[in-house]
């Protein structure tokens, strides 16, 4: 791998969702047709390894491999069957409580890096992505029914003490968007990851 595919791979992974051609030749500062090129030259390096790209016609992602399907389904199921942790709780109280949120507005409030959590959520099947209309490169995370329904809720607003929830988060979420103008995209939790 050249240096090139050294850094769209470590950009790919360090996002963990798909990234369109557009952010990565925006971030490495190349034209998109040799982030194409690229990715194309990377296939062959993937082909019978536990991970592999999976592109589509704007974006590309790491992903798990078709031959390890059983192995990841194996430990899905021993992942549904855990209790959730601490972290995971607190993720999914934000997600439940706002309605729907966004990674950054939940890393502000939480302080740390949520993308694990938010993976192993998914995962779990309890929230789910929902494409955001005011700014298409930050999905809005909300709960699944399913996770509704576990919870012997109709709706959010038959959660315990959902207002007072609901107006703690609201002023949390008016100083993000106070932060955000103030200075620019704020990254939270740096270096520390949960």
Request: charged content about 25%.
């Amino acid at each position: 791998m050249n240096q090139h595919q050294q850094h769209i791979e470590a950009l790919i992974f360090y996002r963990n969702e798909p990234v369109s051609y557009h952010w990565l030749a925006r971030e490495l500062k190349l034209p998109e047709a040799k982030i194409i090129t690229e990715i194309e030259a990377m296939k062959g390096y993937y082909e019978g390894r536990g991970i592999t790209l999976l592109q589509t016609e704007d974006e590309v992602s790491l992903v798990t491999s078709a031959g390890t399907q059983d192995v990841i389904a194996t430990l899905e199921n021993r992942a549904e069957e855990r209790e959730l942790s601490k972290q995971a709780l607190e993720t999914l109280a934000i997600v439940a409580y706002k309605g729907q949120v966004t990674k950054p507005e939940i890393d502000y409030i939480r302080g740390v890096n949520s993308v694990f959590i938010l993976r192993n959520l998914l995962m779990r099947g309890l929230v789910m992505k929902k494409q955001n209309l005011l700014d298409k490169r930050s999905p809005l995370y909300i709960l699944t029914p399913d996770c509704l329904a576990h919870l012997s809720v109709t709706s959010r607003e038959d959660l315990p003490g959902f207002q007072t929830a609901q107006e703690r988060l609201n002023e949390l979420e008016d100083r993000f968007h106070e932060s955000q103008k103030e200075t620019g995209p704020l990254v939270v939790g740096e270096g520390k990851v949960e």
